[in-house]
């Protein structure tokens, strides 16, 4: 079972040394699949994806980071990523809530 491999949404270290890491970057994988209009059929498209995702700067960081190849550089864990999408959306909505200022007025 060790070496069964779920093509690009198993990630591309063979170890399993630090816990969960490997399920974010599966998560990572599939929210790029979901966000994508290509099919992901290997590595080099996930970075493709990535990289053509539209999503805000801030998503496509924690994105990123999901499906870094290093996995210390991953979010730690599902509720480590779930945080940082919260986190996001807190922002997203604090930034609507502003009240508008006009040109000029001060």
Do not use: H, W
């Not at 599966?26 to 099919?39: E, N, R």
């Amino acid at each position: 079972m060790q070496n069964f491999r779920s093509g690009p949404y198993a990630p591309p270290e063979l170890d399993g040394s630090i816990p969960y890491v490997r399920d974010v970057y599966s998560v990572g994988v599939v929210l790029l699949q979901c966000l994508s209009d290509s099919t992901i059929r290997d590595f080099p498209d996930v970075r493709r994806a990535l990289e053509a995702v539209k999503v805000p700067p801030e998503v496509r960081t924690v994105l990123e980071a999901c499906v870094n190849p290093e996995p210390g550089e991953r979010p730690a864990n599902g509720s480590e990523l779930a945080s940082e999408f919260a986190k996001i959306r807190r922002q997203q909505v604090a930034r609507r809530e502003q009240p508008a200022t006009r040109c000029g007025s001060a």
